[in-house]
């Protein structure tokens, strides 16, 4: 039961790209009620990465030992987009990053407390690096601005959850019911799209990456159903866009093009 519990947690921080509900509530950037502590968003994140990696059938983690120049370009990826000094918690969380060796797959997460994980899908469906870091700035900013722990705080308040956590069977039924339907709030996605570009801002990256994801998926013949969910995926790079131009930054893409393509001739 536990591990079905984390298991829909993952599931709902998998699809943190795409999805949100159709709320009308917002939240504010940066606020927002959480019961949680750092410390606890830290604790819980390092509780669902033991899950992820020990769960091969689900999360096939790519081989470190035989695929280093691979992690050595998605760390140094991470660390540039870390070290753009407008990350919140860059040194209370892990900040771990790991390839899942899955080619379907077209996206990444990142859960509390700051463990991230890139599929190999979506680095091979995108084109330049500017794109990929627009995306992992996006997850980035979910567990910077602790969006899980302060969606789960408005649902179920802190007792609750630590009690199902610490093996309350009863309430972990309860909430693990609950949780099927939680995503993350409109207002969190636009936050999370937002703070994408503020961090790229302070790196070599064009900071408006993340909208030539949405570009991207936009073309396909066929665009995958959650595109036509909220936030309405056009509207996501207008804003994208828009606060790059507001911020100042960089939107011609000067990334390392041929680091990118050496990335996907790895995997
Ligand atoms: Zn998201």
């Known amino acids: 039961m536990k591990k079905n519990f984390v298991l829909i947690i993952i599931t709902i921080f998998s699809l943190t790209i795409f999805n949100s509900s159709c709320s009308k509530k917002t939240a504010k950037p940066g606020g927002g009620f959480n019961l949680f502590s750092v410390k606890q968003d830290a604790e819980l994140g390092l ?52 390839i899942i060796d899955d080619d379907k797959t077209l996206n990444a997460f990142c859960t509390p407390g700051g463990y991230i994980y890139v599929y190999t899908g979506l ?40 009690s199902a956590l610490a093996g309350n069977q009863q309430q972990l039924a309860q909430i693990t019911a609950g949780l099927i339907n939680l995503k993350f709030s409109r ?44 936030p309405n995926p056009e509207n996501r790079v207008e804003n994208i866009k828009a606060k790059a131009k507001e911020k100042g930054c960089k939107i011609s893409n000067k990334a390392n093009q041929t680091r990118y393509n050496r990335l996907k001739s790895l995997l």
Not at 71 to 88: C, D, F, P, W
Not at 192 to 214: I, K, P, R, W
């Open 123 to 162: 680095i091979k469906f995108l084109d330049k690096e500017d794109e990929l870091a627009g995306v992992m700035g996006h997850e980035i900013a979910h567990a910077d601005q602790r969006h899980s722990t302060r969606q789960m705080t408005k649902m179920y308040g802190i007792s609750v959850l630590l």
């Open 187 to 230: 207002g969190h996605e636009t936050e999370a799209d937002t703070y994408s570009v503020h961090y790229l801002g302070g790196t070599s990256y064009n900071c408006a990456g993340a909208a030539g994801f949405f570009e991207k998926m936009l073309g396909q013949p066929t665009p995958p159903q959650f595109l036509s969910t909220h």
């Open 47 to 98: 509780q669902v990465k033991n899950e992820i990696e020990s769960n091969p059938n689900d999360f096939p983690i790519l081989n470190e030992s035989r695929n280093k120049e691979a992690y050595q370009i998605i760390r140094a990826m991470t660390s540039e987009i870390l070290n753009s000094g407008k990350v919140h918690h860059r040194n209370q969380f892990a900040w771990e990053v790991k």
